[in-house]
């Protein structure tokens, strides 16, 4: 790699990677009996559960879903996507805007941990 310039999908690739890196360095850090308090505040819940049961879903279509405002949105997507939770693609239908969000991996993995983790304190609350 020295000597040559990086290609933007090379570029893109390390971000990712880095990404990923520092999400299993913070839920490895945290206690097993903590929730994951990224996951855990409401709209973000709603934004990972939505993304979890759809494949793609558009800005417009999770700003209504979870009625709330664009700004209330586009700050908890983004702390998702630092996390790399979830991804952003942003394009063109034609000549509007189109941003669309959709669940990664990593995201997955830490809803699911969620869950179970949600599940366990019912299941013991009650025993």
């Known amino acids: 790699m020295a000597g040559r310039a990086l290609r933007k999908s090379e570029v893109s ?3 990712s990677e880095v990404k990923a890196r520092k999400s299993e360095v913070r839920s490895q850090q945290r206690s097993p009996l903590e929730l994951d308090r990224l996951i855990h505040e409401r709209l973000r ?6 993304l979890a049961v759809n494949e793609r879903l558009s800005f417009n279509d999770l700003k209504d879903l979870l009625q709330t405002t664009d700004g209330n949105l586009s700050v908890h997507a983004r702390k998702l996507e630092e996390a790399d939770y979830i991804d952003c693609d942003k394009g063109f239908e034609g000549r509007v805007p189109r941003t669309e969000y959709r669940l990664t991996a990593a995201g997955r993995r830490a ?8 599940e366990a304190i019912i299941k013991a609350t009650k025993g």
């Open 13 to 15: 690739s390390l971000k």
């Open 45 to 50: 819940l709603g934004i990972v559960s939505a």
């Open 111 to 118: 809803f699911e941990k969620y869950l179970a983790h949600m």
